[in-house]
């Protein structure tokens, strides 16, 4: 198993503005994710957060826009950028233990308003 | 591409059944997992399918069609604490992250 933690739980920011959340997994695990999450909507697969290299993005997202950084096995850190009204959503950081995993491990979110 | 749909919405009473209906199109279908998520809580593991048929957890059962491209899952004796939403998720080959459906809210009433 694993326990995620996710920071901050939650942030008001002003227009134009940056936030970075952070993830921190109490184990090594082989594949990191962020997903963004609506109020009361599905989850959407933003990036999968690569060790030691460039994340890979789903259609939709740019690394410009999300930076996502993962320096080693246990940490990753997302960026919201030139934040607008829009990117207001929860953002969830995930886990798989094993490569080929069917179990994703979940942090507890972030949820962002952006004024 | 992908898609999954399961229901938006569903009501059942307290003590009863309930069944929560997911069909899939994907390419390189591998299986199918359940996530349960409470209300400002972070999604967890509920099941996973990777071949057909049943799959038990206690009171929470999983059950997978191929060739249907249909799965369900079933919750008995519900409680109150079962409220929560539910997502079915698809695995596929190769390494690739899950993909989650729209999820269904359900409400258990006494």
């Known amino acids: 198993s694993a326990v995620i933690s996710q920071k901050p739980s939650r942030d008001i920011c002003q227009r134009g503005t940056s936030l970075t959340i952070q993830c921190q997994v109490d184990?090594?695990?082989?594949?990191m994710f962020w997903y963004r999450q609506q109020p009361g909507q599905s989850l959407t697969l933003i990036a999968t957060?690569?060790?030691?290299?460039?994340?890979?993005?789903e259609s939709g997202f740019v690394i410009d826009k999300f930076p996502i950084s993962r320096p080693n096995l246990t940490f990753s850190t997302l960026t919201v950028s030139n934040m607008s009204p829009e990117d207001s959503s929860i953002y969830l950081c995930?886990?798989?233990?094993?490569?080929?995993?069917?179990?994703?491990?979940f942090g507890s979110g972030t949820q962002l308003s952006v004024l | 591409g992908q898609s999954l749909e399961q229901p938006s919405e569903v009501t059942a009473v307290e003590g009863a059944i309930v069944q929560i209906n997911c069909t899939y199109q994907?390419?390189?279908?591998?299986?199918l997992s359940w996530y349960q998520q409470h209300d400002g809580g972070a999604p967890t593991f509920l099941s996973y399918?990777?071949?057909?048929g049943l799959e038990e957890t206690g009171r929470f059962s999983s059950f997978l069609s191929r060739s249907d491209s249909y799965g369900y899952l079933l919750l008995q004796e519900l409680q109150m604490k079962d409220s929560a939403s539910y997502f079915c998720?698809?695995?596929?080959?190769?390494?690739?992250?899950?993909?989650f459906g729209k999820g269904t809210r359900l409400s258990v009433i006494a």
């Open positions: 998720a698809v695995k596929r080959s190769g390494n690739t992250p899950l993909v």
């Open positions: 995930s886990a798989i233990t094993q490569t080929g995993s069917e179990k994703l491990f």
């Open positions: 184990s090594q695990v082989t594949m």
């Open positions: 399918n990777g071949l057909d």
């Open positions: 957060a690569n060790q030691g290299s460039e994340a890979t993005y």
């Open positions: 994907t390419s390189g279908f591998y299986g």
